[in-house]
């Protein structure tokens, strides 16, 4: 089935957005003390594995990445369910949600590049803070367009492996590759960067989150000129 255009541009902006994702896990992982910052479930295992090993620093990194993303979500979801009338494929809402994520992801940017990719014990626990709440408002703008997620994936991989083995081929499917393809290249690309050429890490992450948040502005002016037609 072949998606109405504005909803394939959706599609390509949450694919772009999933890029940010990979840089921001992977940077986060290899130079912040082996924590995600949006992979919760991993982080939750981190938090028993820190308590068999009795590792203090491992429960301390998980737990700021845990209570980081979730002040991310407290902050996000207020303003992400904020919808106005129009704007149904990409609501202004998550537009602000997203730019209030660049703003996070501006922080920890000068953050890292005052401590030159080498941040102390407490500097790193407040880049991992940043991190985290950046993914938890990414996460709960997301959430309002509905069954989609740029962070947390395993969902996306189930139902895709799940549509190839039944034959049931729904619309998405190309998104699900995509944002699959996505948070590896960005994790590539943010782990290499940030070994090798650290002080370019903030334009690695920034980049598409920019591309997205100045493509929705006209995307959503294109909603509101479009009306309350639906394409669903």
């Known amino acids: ?15 772009l957005l999933t890029l940010t994702t990979g840089a921001v896990d992977a940077s986060c992982f290899l130079h912040l003390g082996n924590v995600f910052s949006s992979v919760i479930t991993g982080n939750l295992i ?9 590792s203090s620093s491992l429960a301390i990194h998980g737990g700021t990445a845990l209570a980081g993303y979730s002040v991310g979500v407290l902050i ?29 992801l501006a922080a920890f940017s000068a953050g890292w590049e005052l401590t030159g990719g080498r941040p102390g014990s407490t500097a790193e626990l407040l880049l991992i803070a940043a991190l985290a ?35 049931d081929r729904r619309p998405g499917l190309a998104r699900s590759i995509g944002v699959l393809a996505a948070i590896v290249s960005g994790a590539a690309a943010g782990g290499l960067v940030a070994e090798h050429a650290p002080a370019w890490l903030p334009a690695v992450i920034l980049a ?25």
């Not at 089935?1 to 694919?15: C, E, I, S, T």
């Not at 904020?82 to 602000?96: F, I, K, N, Y």
């Not at 920019?210 to 639906?230: K, L």
């Open 1 to 15: 089935m072949k998606l109405p255009r504005r909803w394939a541009a959706r599609d390509g902006l949450l694919v």
């Open 46 to 54: 981190l938090l028993g594995v820190a308590a068999a090993t009795q």
């Open 76 to 104: 996000g979801a207020p303003i992400a369910t904020r919808r106005a009338s129009s704007g149904d494929t990409w609501p202004l809402s998550v537009t602000m949600t997203l730019a209030a994520e660049f703003c996070v």
């Open 133 to 167: 709440v950046a993914m938890g408002i990414q996460s709960a703008a997301v959430r309002e367009l509905g069954g989609m997620s740029t962070t947390y994936l395993t969902g996306t991989l189930t139902a895709m492996v799940a549509e190839l083995a039944t034959r």
């Open 208 to 232: 598409p989150l920019a591309v997205v948040v100045a493509a929705s502005v006209t995307f959503e002016m294109a909603d509101t000129r479009a009306g309350p037609r639906r394409d669903r």
